[in-house]
């Protein structure tokens, strides 16, 4: 396949819907406003022990009463639920239900499917090779060395037009995190859900 091929065959796969879709359900297509319900429930899951409001609030990283709002949400639908601490009764705990932990299973499965009828075209070996052959591909276009090369090869208007894509593509990549750091993700990208 000649590059220009390859390059009109990136350029479709960028418009696909089902992609973005999928990303989306990820909780991090970037106009999606943090979903703080569904962090909280990640954190709640990832947790050995209940935690309190408090807690919650700085690894959000969000207002105490707007936590306590989204855990009035939570338990109105049954997701969470408050208990005393058992040494200070004074202090409220907060604990996922098995209603919260059925609803994030089931997001977890939608996403798998999602990503699974995408890939469904690849073997197993294909896929492992894809994917590697893009990390390659990304890991070049983001080395300096490669962008000064590039840029040699603009006139000043195509630079300026490079310089905004660039800038663009800072803004949109932000919030197109991976989660590395837990099953689940990562609940300290304020994107995560």
């Known amino acids: 396949m000649e590059q220009k091929d390859i390059l009109i065959n990136l350029t479709e796969l960028m418009r696909q819907p089902s992609l973005w879709f999928t990303m989306m359900s990820h909780g991090q297509e970037h ?3 943090p979903n703080n ?10 947790s050995s022990q209940p935690i309190t409001a408090g807690t919650i609030a700085d690894i959000l990283d969000i207002r105490p009463a707007s936590v306590t ?3 009035k949400k939570l338990e109105e639908g ?10 200070d009764a004074r202090i409220v705990l907060i604990k996922i239900t098995q209603n919260g932990l059925d609803f994030l299973n089931e997001l977890d499965s939608t996403r798998n499917k999602l990503e699974n009828e995408i890939f469904d075209v690849f073997t197993d070996s294909e896929q492992q090779q894809f994917g590697e052959q893009l990390e390659q ?20 208007q195509q630079r300026e037009q490079f310089e905004e894509l660039t800038n663009r593509r800072n803004n949109i990549g932000r919030h197109f995190n991976h989660p590395h750091n837990h099953p689940r993700g990562n609940f300290n990208d304020p994107h995560w859900f």
């Open 31 to 33: 106009r999606q406003r």
């Open 37 to 46: 319900q569904r962090r909280l429930l990640r954190i709640l899951s990832t």
């Open 69 to 71: 709002q989204i855990i």
């Open 78 to 87: 049954g997701r969470v639920e408050r208990i005393k601490d058992q040494q």
């Open 137 to 156: 591909l990304n890991a070049h276009l983001n080395d300096e060395k490669f962008n000064e090369q590039f840029v040699n090869h603009l006139n000043p």
